[in-house]
């Protein structure tokens, strides 16, 4: 019928909400670090009261497991094709590591670290991406010591990057490209 809008459930409406909440969380959280994200700043920018993120979330642990989880999921639906190689592992987990939003994982560990009560609601999460990058859950591509001890070194030096991009305003260090090719380089060796 010409002129008839389909009304959204509450349902949809509260998913949209408790996006957007995620989404100015993981905003915040790479513009201006952890100690400047609270629940009046996500309000803020969400647009809403501070009842409407206590209708949502419980607490602000809450929201940010909720935006790490967003943030994770985002990261595997990526779009990338199958992982065939390691190589194309290497690739992979740059895409998601070397992403400016991983500051937002970054802030979330280093916070979590030192706070038991945020450690119990984020630490699940925390656990899940752990397990994305897990070289003993990769036994298609890692299938000896060597290419699973390749890769724990990658993954290290790859975290090590982002927290170097993290801390220089999210650009790139000065040796960022020649660490990136050194390690391409040997992945694509160890796969002949």
């Not at 509260?14 to 952890?34: H, N, Q, Y």
Request: glycine share 8%.
């Amino acid at each position: 019928m010409p002129g008839t809008t389909t009304r959204r459930t509450q349902a949809d409406r509260s998913a949209t909400t408790r996006a957007a909440f995620a989404e100015a969380a993981i905003d915040v959280l790479i513009e201006k670090g952890w100690a400047a994200t609270t629940a009046i700043e996500v309000c803020n920018r969400v647009g809403v009261t501070r009842g409407a993120f206590q209708h949502h979330y419980d607490s602000l642990p809450e929201l940010l497991a909720d935006a790490l989880h967003r943030l994770y999921a985002q990261m595997i639906r990526a779009g990338h094709p199958p992982i065939g190689d390691l190589a194309g592992l290497i690739d992979a987990t740059w895409d998601a590591i070397g992403n400016p939003r991983f500051k937002a994982v970054l802030e979330a560990w280093l916070a979590m670290a030192n706070d038991p009560g945020l450690r119990a609601e984020i630490g699940p999460v925390v656990a899940e991406f752990a397990g994305l990058v897990n070289p003993d859950t990769i036994t298609t591509i890692l299938t000896d010591a060597e290419r699973r001890d390749f890769f724990l070194t990658a993954r290290e030096a790859m975290l090590g990057l982002a927290l170097g991009r993290a801390t220089n305003g999210g650009n790139p260090l000065g040796h960022e490209r020649r660490v990136l090719s050194r390690i391409r380089a040997e992945a694509a060796a160890l796969d002949q």
